[in-house]
């Protein structure tokens, strides 16, 4: 069984030693993860250890029990706080029901009474976690969610973001079944801008136009549709190309419904045929095109992409699926993923007959979203391509198919390479920038994590995550650090009171900053400037 963190607070010694040794922690479901004497040091142990339960006193120096509690539900919402105190006082009673605290006890506390608490609240941390857990209940969630992420990844994949095998993962993980010979992407636009639809409500209209063109498709078509933004996409799988006949015959018939039913002008757009999930954004991109086309042809009509911009024989299909899938590797992937995008590229290429003018595009194309990768991380042409300048002037003019595909590895892992240390650089980067700032503002008594972070315009998360990487410690240990260090340099160099020196190296409370150097030397301020 996982045992729950608990840190007792209080800033009498002899209470704290008591209540370690009266109460059978692991029995009771947790572990003693520490003991703090005050509201302040509680508040940088519950950021470092990942705390479940803070049981504290009221009245402690620095920082009181309930501005501690506060501050942890500001902070950590899931943290349970147990509140106890000397003093029968209603307004403390009031104040830590108003903070959410689970429990507030008076002193002196019994073993019964403390085991009492701890049960009740190990049994609603189960309860929580167990309620994120309860597999039906997650089943239920997933099953409601369902048609959303369907939508999603639809979305996705129209879009070039989900591509491959992990397309065809999703699809069978989210129980879609998207299996055909071809496809074919269409869409349908409610033009409610003139005439008697001027001023509808054209989100009503499209989910009407929608469930209209559902209930026509249903027993005619195998098909899929969505509602996105202000269009209806609907792909359309197909068991062999002679069937876009049938789509453009029954789109017509759905243009002319919702100008019948609805009393809207319907406009459909179609896309070419294509024979792979992978290939469906190509065809998406060519609906979205003939749809442009609606404002100078008119609505209220199927506008099919191969009627109005005829494809040259030589157009390739392939290159923007499979630009995406090598972007990809280049960026995130490893030595492996990289040459297979490579591999799959050129397979890609090598199973078209490309005449030369293709080849140049091709090639163009390529160098354009190599320089894309690197111009995002604002490198130079030349941590790109190596020595050569201007690779596109001179490259596809004298190389072969497998010569660029042995040139295209050597700039990829190059590139690769490349990318990796600029990220590696660029959190020293920021790791060095926030202990700059640290230095020169560590005086200043509200220095905070959110202050910093808003400084170096990263969020606190990550900024957590990659200063403990880099440094070691935590901001809090780290600040307090470089604190100490300038009051040990001050108590060694100057003769001002231990008061001044704390307030000039960012302590409000004097106390507070003496307790805090204690705990570091193990002496006093005043001790240590003794010893010298």
Aim: aromatic content about 10%; hydrophobic content about 35%; overall charge negative.
């Amino acid at each position: 069984m996982d045992l729950y963190k608990i840190l007792l607070v209080d800033d009498e010694m002899d209470v704290l030693r008591a209540m370690k040794k009266k109460i059978d922690w692991e029995a009771m479901g947790f572990c003693l993860a520490g003991t703090a004497e005050n509201g302040q040091e509680a508040l940088e142990m519950a950021e470092q250890l990942h705390i479940d339960v803070v049981m504290t006193d009221i009245k402690m120096p620095y920082m009181d029990g309930l501005t501690l509690c506060r501050k942890l539900k500001e902070n950590y919402r899931n943290i349970k706080v147990v509140i106890y105190s000397g003093f029968d006082d209603f307004e403390f009673a009031r104040e830590a029901v108003h903070l959410e605290a689970e429990e507030y006890l008076l002193k002196p506390i019994s073993v019964k009474d403390m085991e009492e608490v701890l049960t009740r609240i190990r049994q609603k941390l189960d309860d929580e976690i167990n309620e994120h857990r309860n597999m039906n209940r997650l089943y239920e969630y997933y099953q409601k969610s369902l048609p959303a992420m369907q939508e999603q990844l639809v979305m996705g994949i129209l879009e070039g973001k989900v591509t491959g095998e992990r397309a065809q993962n999703m699809l069978e993980s989210y129980e879609m079944d998207f299996r055909a010979p071809y496809y074919v992407v269409s869409l349908l636009y409610v033009d409610t801008g003139s005439g008697e639809t001027a001023g509808q409500n054209q989100q009503l209209l499209s989910i009407s136009l929608k469930d209209m063109s559902r209930d026509y498709l249903n027993e005619r078509m195998h098909f899929y549709s969505i509602s996105y933004l202000d269009e209806i996409i609907i792909i359309f799988m197909l068991k062999d190309k002679n069937e876009m006949e049938k789509v453009l015959y029954h789109l017509d018939q759905i243009c002319k419904m919702g100008d019948r039913v609805l009393k809207v002008p319907v406009t459909a757009a179609v896309g070419q045929i294509c024979d792979h999930v992978d290939y469906l954004t190509t065809s998406y991109q060519e609906a979205r095109s003939a749809m442009e086309y609606r404002t100078i042809m008119g609505g209220n009509r199927v506008l099919y992409i191969h009627d109005i911009e005829p494809s040259p024989k030589d157009a390739v299909s392939f290159l923007e699926y499979d630009f995406q899938n090598l972007v990809r590797a280049v960026k995130l992937g490893n030595r492996d993923e990289t040459d297979g995008a490579i591999r799959q590229f050129m397979d890609s290429i090598r199973s078209f007959s490309i005449t030369p003018n293709q080849y140049q595009l091709i090639f163009m194309e390529l160098i354009t979203e190599l320089m894309k990768i690197g111009r995002s991380y604002k490198l130079k042409t030349r941590q790109i391509f190596g020595e050569m300048d201007v690779p596109w002037q001179e490259l596809y003019k004298h190389v072969s198919i497998d010569e660029l595909e042995n040139w295209l590895r050597d700039v990829c892992t190059n590139l690769r390479h490349t990318l990796r240390h600029e990220r590696t650089d660029s959190t020293m980067k920021l790791t060095e920038q926030a202990k700059a700032y640290i230095n020169e503002h560590y005086m200043e008594n509200d220095l905070s994590a959110d202050t910093l972070c808003r400084h170096l315009n990263v969020s606190a998360a990550y900024f957590s995550t990659i200063f403990k990487k880099e440094v070691g410690q935590s901001f809090v240990a780290y600040l307090t650090k470089v604190r100490l260090e300038h009051a040990v340099e001050l108590l060694r160099t100057t003769e001002d009171k231990t008061y001044v020196i704390a307030e000039e190296v960012g302590y409000t409370e004097p106390n507070y900053f003496s307790y805090v150097f204690k705990k570091e030397y193990g002496i006093s301020p005043s001790k240590y400037r003794a010893s010298l």
